[in-house]
């Protein structure tokens, strides 16, 4: 595609739910992170892929956060017990190799009422 | 550890005066350094980035940044600023993860406001 995709572009959901986030990344591009951006604040490093592979999943706040990517290409970050402090905009970024420059989607805004 | 300091979460300036955003890093490992900018209901776009090579990096829409190593710092100019300038502009600094990945530490943001 032209850019990273994400969808949804919202999602609202109730305190304990169950949510999944997706993006599509540029075509070809191997490289996928995840991001998560609280309000007025900037991007947090959630996890980022090669491949299918998670390289590094440091920024992943406990276990109730989880991301995969089976086929190297879309990933999905899925969130179980959602609580309201995992209120934030979610963004995915890819790149075509690790150490080239990230483009970022318009992220997902996540809010658990 | 690595971290980002932006200073000024608002910054205001008139159009057609000089623009000036304010970044401080801190780094164990030379640093690659960013700025990114934010439109509303946007994703984030890269406007410049210093990796090696000559300190004064030049990039999209008139702006221009200088890395200064003896102050850890990454300031953000542009001579003449534009009402099209008005977003949330984010400095970030980037170093090779335990993982091997190159993940982006971001500063907290400034929002710049253009005046008529």
Redesign the interface.
Known sequence: GA??SQTPSNKVTEKGKYVELRCDPISGHT?L?W?RQSL??????LI?F?GTGA??D??LPNDRFFAVRPEGSVSTLKIQRTERGDSAVY?C?SSSQ??T???????TRLTVV | AQS?TQLG?HVSVSEGALVLLRCNYSSSVPPYLFW?VQYP??????LL?YTTGATLVKGINGFEAEFKKSETSFHLTKPSAHMSDAAEY?C?VSSI?????????????TQLTVLP
């Open positions: 850019g990273v490289a992170y991001y007025g604040q900037g991007p947090e490093f980022y090669q390289a590094d440091s920024g963004l970024a690790a150490n420059e990230a483009f970022f989607g318009q992220g | 980002v979460s990114y209901n946007q994703g984030l776009q890269l980035k984010f970030a993860s335990s993982g091997s990945a190159r993940q982006l530490t971001f500063g907290s943001g």
